[in-house]
């Protein structure tokens, strides 16, 4: 189907708009795919509705950036989130630069090992566990020993009891006296 002069014209002021081929063929009543036919056979006006549609992101751009500004500078009582996150995407979207550049500041390499803050025991090196032949019947129970350690002051005054308990783990834990 062919479209003539004036159905051209109002499809190109429409995207100038609107910045959507969907919109230009809706305001000159035919179909998108007509549209598409059409930049096929005429370069012209292929050229003139690519620089329609270039004009019409500039304008939605501009229009998401202006109601992003009305938010900024003269926030309503109840703001929409919806519409200024739509506002912002489309600014994102349409507006180059809008983001600001993206450097790259370093690169990171996968293999990355990680270093804990735990030392890990060189079991090669360890000492020779001694494996107690009757230890004592309060660490057999619970595998743990209380110790009571006596806090005093400078003067040498008592001021309390701490206890503390010791983990055994088949080791013999030497008791400073």
Known sequence: MKINGDQKETAIETIR???TMKAGAAAAGVSVRTLNEEMRRSAI??????????????NIADNA??????????????????????AIALANAYEPGFR????VQGKIDHDVRVITAVP???????PKVEVL?????????SGKRTKKIEIRDDNGEYIGTQTVEEAIEGEVIKESE
Not at 79 to 86: G, I
Not at 120 to 126: F, G, I, N, S, V
């Open 65 to 86: 950036i202006d109601r992003i500004k009305e938010y900024a500078f003269n926030p309503p009582m109840k703001t929409d989130r919806n519409v200024l996150t739509a």
């Open 120 to 126: 890990r025991p060189k079991y090669a090196e360890l």
């Open 45 to 58: 006006f292929k050229r003139r509705v690519l620089e329609a549609r270039e004009e019409g992101k500039r």
């Open 17 to 19: 708009i609107h910045g």
């Open 100 to 103: 600001g550049t993206t450097t």
């Open 133 to 141: 032949d009757n230890p004592p019947e309060n660490m057999l129970k």
